[in-house]
């Protein structure tokens, strides 16, 4: 089943940033934001870590990505 936080999380992750993320899927970063922040609620996960350098992948998600 395709979702559209799916997409966006695969642009965040590949750019490690919510502006540029935005840029390739025609979104503000404040929507690309909002929408990783309503994904993570709704499973109950924290996928990325923020920070001042960028966005990174949690170490669980970075895990479990590597088995698929």
């Given at each position: 089943?395709?979702?559209?936080?799916?997409?966006?999380?695969?642009?965040?992750?590949?750019?490690?940033s919510?502006s540029?993320?935005?840029?390739?899927l025609?979104?503000s970063?404040?929507?690309v934001?909002?929408?990783?922040?309503?994904?993570?609620?709704?499973?109950?996960?924290?996928?990325l870590n923020?920070?001042?350098?960028?966005?990174t992948l949690t170490?669980?998600?970075k895990?479990?990505?590597?088995?698929?």
């Amino acid at each position: 089943m395709y979702h559209k936080y799916l997409e966006i999380f695969i642009q965040v992750a590949d750019t490690g940033s919510f502006s540029k993320a935005g840029e390739k899927l025609f979104l503000s970063p404040t929507a690309v934001m909002k929408q990783m922040n309503l994904m993570e609620s709704e499973l109950g996960l924290s996928l990325l870590n923020r920070t001042n350098h960028g966005i990174t992948l949690t170490e669980a998600r970075k895990t479990n990505l590597s088995r698929c």
